[in-house]
DNA sequence: CGTAACTTGTGAAATCATTCACAAGCGCGC
DNA sequence: GCGCGCTTGTGAATGATTTCACAAGTTACG
């Protein structure tokens, strides 16, 4: 298939979430226009993104649903459960651990390491820290499909690899620090003093 | 000045952490290619980010390591501090409260706030959680410049009208709900579930 | 001083993403 | 069955961003 554009996945994922909320009011069908007014985008938009693959709409009235919803889930991915260990569990790493919106959309938290022994034992919401020093061994046995990274910077790079080494193919990285990965990983990265300091910018500079 | 488009303040503040780095390791200077390699990206697009703003190089021989950082922190607003509150004191606000990386750049967290009684009071890190029926008294005292949310979906809407009523210019919100802000105010969201899911997307989709 | 080796700054070209605009399909009422 | 109102799907046009490519400036050095 052509190439989708991160964009275009990020809206897929917004209109799902709408879509949901939709049937659940016990809406049967929705135009193009209503979840572009809910996603904040426009009809054309939506339409665009939907005809990359394929067309679920009937002209006239709109499109079904539950019929879209099913199809986004798919395409997504979301039609199943994905395993998900949390590496690190500081405060951002227990706070991941025990937060419900994982769960919600399929994502289920199985492990969750330390290398501190002082974690180590600690029950996050039903799941046990384990140390560091299993990670392989755990890897090899759970084979979960993605790793948040929650570490300091400083030694993000070589769990990265000890990951990517051990067959983990996707990772979301929480640590400020530039990684690399080899080709066959996926890395995503979340830096929250980033999206501050664009946020500083646009006060500094946006403004009349 | 001219619309700088999100990507380029992005990678801009990625430079930065690199000439922070690069200057502890006492170079002089650096140039385009060597500041690329590190942001993953390439010698002309760093050479093209830093053209919006003026022309700070010297041909033959690069930028000056100093220069640039300090050129880009006035850029990005960073030469100051800013006043930050989170609202939300549940597992994500109270690891927000304890991140460290904020003070570092410079983003100083002046207070919590929650709903719940039996948070109000408890001490994160030095700030202690108040009653968020005292957040319009105290954004009138404080002047916080900017509001990190993190409460639950469904409670995000009237909060964000509360932030924005009381003067509130730039609101970073981790609350998984599509939000609607006044012309004057900036908003910037962070989905986990919805990074989770794009790399969902990719796992599913983007493999030999 | 002259030349070689680098590196910047920037128009022009290429690529990528969004918006426009409209033909064509569908349902409803008569 | 026909016409009206609504909505999709999609090429074409526009707009935005990235990459290319090269003239011109700088240093180093014989």
């Known amino acids: ?14 209109y799902l979430r709408f879509l949901e909320d939709f049937e659940a009011q016990g ?12 996603g904040g985008t426009t ?15 009937k002209r006239g009235l709109g499109y079904s649903v539950s019929a879209l919803s099913t199809r986004i889930r798919e395409i ?4 199943r459960t994905w395993k998900v260990i949390i590496v690190g569990a500081g405060k951002i790493g227990a706070a991941l651990a025990q937060y419900r919106g ?11 390491y330390d290398a501190d022994p002082a974690s180590v034992g600690r029950s996050l919401d039903g799941v046990i820290v384990r140390d560091q020093r299993q990670l ?3 890897i090899a046995r759970l084979k979960p499909d993605i790793a948040l990274l929650a570490v300091p910077g400083d030694v993000a790079q070589p769990l990265v690899d000890r990951l990517a080494r051990s067959g983990v193919r996707a ?7 530039p990684l690399q990965v080899p080709e066959h990983v996926t890395l995503r990265s979340v830096n929250m003093a980033l999206e501050l300091e664009i946020l ?3 006060l500094v500079n946006k403004r009349p």
Request: charged residues 20%; hydrophobic residues 40%.
């Open 1 to 14: 298939m052509k190439h989708i554009a991160e964009s275009t996945v990020r809206r897929l994922s917004r």
């Open 27 to 38: 809406h049967q069908t929705i135009s193009s226009g209503a979840l572009a007014a809910q």
């Open 43 to 57: 009809s054309a938009q939506v339409r665009k993104d939907l005809s990359f693959f394929g067309s679920f709409g």
């Open 76 to 79: 997504l991915g979301l039609g």
């Open 102 to 112: 994982f769960r919600e959309r399929g994502f289920l938290v199985v492990s969750v």
């Open 136 to 138: 392989e061994g755990d």
């Open 171 to 177: 990772i979301l990285n929480f640590a400020p620090a």
């Open 200 to 202: 500083s910018y646009e």
